[in-house]
């Protein structure tokens, strides 16, 4: 049986476990998402403490992504719900650091021509800070969503389900067909992630900056 042949006869299959990679890795780009830009913005008004924090990220990036899960297993259980914030703090990273680099990058005459003007602080961070670091703000969410979605194949290892669960059964099975039938929908979804923030962020970025 070829590649082609299984990805037809698996298709509902295929489809499902799509569907739950698609779900844990939306939930915890999401949470990321909320959780590391107003930390980044916050380490921005609090610039002693931004490299410490920001490197207690970095080393839970240094930390291997089947360890992280195997230990978040004890405490929260196996299922969806280690896996979720496993991916979580994976994600943190790339959105954290580059909300904190891309709002202390922006122009320091452009923030003083906004109190000039008589923008108040919280002013000058909505209509000035953020729009001028959304483009680096972005590249921390795509860099993060690829990732996330990547790593979502160890989910089926603590029964999280997820296009990992067709890859760890092809690997046993010796079924080289059945490992790609897992690993390419994962890499398409990424692609489609990629591209599609891409847009929005064209959409959203401020005409001067493109």
Same mark, same amino acid.
């Given at each position: 049986?070829?590649?082609?042949?299984?990805?037809?006869?698996?298709?509902?299959?295929?489809?499902?476990?799509?569907?739950?990679?698609?779900?844990?890795? =939306?939930? #915890? !780009?999401?949470?990321?998402? $909320?959780? +590391?830009?107003?930390?980044?913005?916050?380490? *921005?008004?609090?610039?002693? @403490?931004?490299?410490?924090?920001?490197?207690?990220?970095?080393?839970?990036?240094?930390?291997?992504?089947?360890?992280?899960?195997?230990?978040?297993?004890?405490?929260?259980?196996?299922?969806? =719900?280690? #896996? !979720?914030?496993?991916?979580? $703090?994976? +994600?943190?990273?790339?959105?954290?650091?580059? *909300?904190?680099?891309?709002? @202390?990058?922006?122009?320091?005459?452009?923030?003083?021509?906004?109190?000039?003007?008589?923008?108040?602080?919280?002013?000058?961070?909505?209509?000035?800070?953020?729009?001028?670091?959304l483009p680096v703000i972005m590249a921390g969410i795509r860099t993060s969503s690829v990732f996330t979605?990547?790593?979502?194949?160890?989910?089926?290892?603590?029964?999280?389900?997820?296009?990992?669960?067709?890859?760890?059964r092809g690997m046993s099975m010796y079924d080289n067909n059945l490992v790609l039938a897992g690993a390419i929908p994962a890499a398409l979804l990424a692609i489609?992630?990629?591209?599609?923030?891409?847009?929005?962020?064209?959409?959203?970025?401020?005409?001067?900056?493109?």
């Amino acid at each position: 049986m070829n590649l082609l042949e299984t990805m037809i006869d698996r298709k509902d299959e295929i489809l499902t476990h799509m569907g739950e990679h698609l779900t844990m890795s =939306l939930l #915890a !780009i999401a949470i990321a998402i $909320l959780i +590391a830009v107003p930390v980044g913005i916050l380490l *921005t008004r609090f610039r002693r @403490i931004a490299e410490p924090i920001i490197g207690v990220t970095a080393v839970i990036q240094t930390v291997p992504g089947l360890a992280l899960l195997a230990f978040m297993v004890p405490i929260f259980g196996i299922g969806t =719900l280690p #896996a !979720i914030i496993a991916f979580t $703090l994976y +994600a943190l990273l790339p959105i954290l650091r580059n *909300t904190y680099t891309g709002i @202390i990058g922006v122009d320091k005459a452009v923030v003083d021509a906004g109190r000039g003007m008589g923008m108040t602080s919280r002013q000058i961070l909505f209509m000035v800070e953020l729009p001028l670091s959304l483009p680096v703000i972005m590249a921390g969410i795509r860099t993060s969503s690829v990732f996330t979605i990547g790593l979502a194949a160890l989910a089926a290892f603590i029964g999280a389900g997820g296009l990992g669960e067709l890859i760890i059964r092809g690997m046993s099975m010796y079924d080289n067909n059945l490992v790609l039938a897992g690993a390419i929908p994962a890499a398409l979804l990424a692609i489609l992630f990629d591209t599609l923030l891409r847009l929005i962020e064209n959409k959203v970025t401020p005409r001067g900056l493109k």
